[in-house]
């Protein structure tokens, strides 16, 4: 597919601990653009047949497609068992997938054709697995795409990038805060998660024990995201919270070292989990399992934060939903819960990021809707409005600033873009230059910028 728009602003450098590695070569600005890359590969995820030109669900392809294109489809079509192998297991496995690949033709193609063997074929597939993007197939499952430049970015928990990819599997890389000539890091795991599951799904996926600095800081950054109550001081005049000691094997209140064995603990959550699945799409049971959480588990634990997430997405779409009309309350209690999964991601997302944008986002749209509403039944006047609308449009700011740097033709993007941001009467559009860019949000080649105009605030709204 090549194409790629290198920056000259890195360097790839090994060592013994990350192996190959990026290295700033100059300090970055937040936004800056440090990669954009084609994928050299894309495969359907495990258990899937995609066409290989337009990327559906089927066994077939579409008509009209190179021969080298064809020998891939065959390659993948036979690949896909290979792909439900786990890699302990393929030695036994491999004669049963080793003829179809070699007869599908698609080692003719490849630059090592003399030395394809069974091992080599092996190695290759793990090197596909572990090294691979998760992308968006056009119905919005999972796919894999090898990029072989953005692979290389090593991970840490607190990266200082973010990787978004468009919808022409164009891969962008850039700053999510400001970078120091130095290494520049990939996160590879979703963040809110507490460290012993982060470590975990890394050891499994990606084969190496994360030793960043918030997965070596038992507060997680002051997140707190895998801390517990102190049932000994928690509620009388001090207010302890227990966190992990991994070499003790246990969990330790900070204030009155009170303990509990960590087995004890894991127990807890896996449980708690599965309860949360049970009930994942029942706001009010999802609440119940809220207070019942808070009880034992600090307010910004990790399974916390999840299901205030998931009752908040339920709850923007009972607004968003045009045959039902909500009440206030159900206003009030998205703004609530949002404001306090911003409070973690403020925490362990410093700088730009695409979830704190969403999430701001969110959080105006229900703001800007919820004092409509005051007004329309007359808790609020005219002034008032104007004055909560101003409020909303600085949080809406906030996350366009962030969404600015996407690439356009990414779905966050265009939520920012052609959402319904608009018909809350609170933005308005025009391309920018440069040179009018007061407020330093960097515009991007050719890309439109937002402007918000408060006094554009539309009469009709009012
Ligand atoms: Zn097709
Ligand atoms: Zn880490
Ligand atoms: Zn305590």
Redesign the pocket.
């Known amino acids: 597919m090549g194409n790629d728009t290198l920056h000259n602003v890195y360097t790839i450098e090994r060592n013994k601990t990350l192996g190959r590695h990026v290295m700033a070569t100059e300090k970055l600005g937040v936004g800056e653009s440090i990669l954009l890359e084609q994928p050299i590969l894309i495969a359907a995820s495990n258990n899937e047949i995609r066409c290989v030109n337009c990327f559906k669900l089927t066994e077939s392809h579409c008509e009209k497609i190179s021969k080298q294109k064809k020998i891939l489809h065959n390659f993948w079509k036979q690949n896909h068992i290979l792909s439900n192998v786990e890699i302990p297991s393929f030695g036994e496995n491999i004669s049963k997938i080793y003829e179809p690949i070699i007869k599908s033709g698609f080692a003719k193609y490849l630059r090592f054709a003399s030395i394809i063997n069974k091992d080599f074929l092996q190695l290759l597939c793990a090197l596909i697995d572990v090294n691979a993007f998760e992308i968006r197939a056009p119905d919005g499952n999972p796919m894999k795409g090898l990029y072989v430049q953005g692979a290389l970015l090593s991970?840490?928990?607190v990266a200082n990038t973010v990787i978004s990819i468009d919808n022409s599997y164009r891969m962008k890389i850039y700053a999510s805060q400001e970078i120091e000539p130095g290494q520049i890091t990939n996160c590879y795991i979703n963040v809110l998660l507490g460290?012993r599951e982060?470590?975990r799904i890394l050891w499994e996926s990606k084969y190496f024990h994360?030793?960043?600095l918030?997965?070596n800081d038992p507060t997680e950054l002051n997140s707190h995201i895998s801390s517990l109550l102190c049932s000994k001081c928690q509620g009388r005049t001090l207010s302890g919270y227990l966190v992990e000691n991994v070499d003790a094997g246990n969990y330790q209140c900070l204030v009155c070292c009170h303990q509990k064995p960590t087995n004890e603990v894991n127990e807890y959550l896996k449980f708690m989990q599965t309860k949360i699945l049970e009930v994942q799409d029942n706001i009010n049971q999802l609440e119940k399992l809220l207070s019942r959480l808070s009880m034992a588990l600090h307010p910004r634990h990790y399974l916390i934060v999840d299901v205030k997430q998931n009752i908040a997405s339920l709850l923007r779409s009972v607004i968003n939903d045009t045959t039902q009309c909500p009440g206030i309350s159900v206003y009030e209690r998205t703004i609530e819960l949002c404001q306090s999964i911003l409070q973690v991601l403020k925490l362990i997302l410093p700088g730009v990021s695409r979830l704190k944008a969403i999430t701001l986002y969110e959080l105006a749209s229900t703001q800007a809707e919820y004092r409509r509403l005051l007004y329309q039944k007359k808790v609020i006047d005219k002034t008032k409005l104007r004055e909560y609308l101003q409020e909303a449009e600085k949080t809406l700011r906030e996350s366009i600033r962030m969404l600015l740097y996407e690439p356009k033709a990414t779905p966050e993007a265009s939520t920012a873009v052609e959402g319904k941001l608009r018909t809350l009467g609170l933005v308005s559009r025009k391309t920018l230059k440069a040179d009018e860019d007061a407020e330093g949000i960097r515009v991007m080649e050719n890309s439109e910028a937002i402007v918000i105009a408060t006094s554009n605030i539309p009469d009709s709204l009012l």
Do not use: A, E, L, Q
Request: charged share 35%; aromatic share 0%.
């Open positions: 991970h840490d928990c460290t982060r470590r994360c030793n960043c918030r997965c």
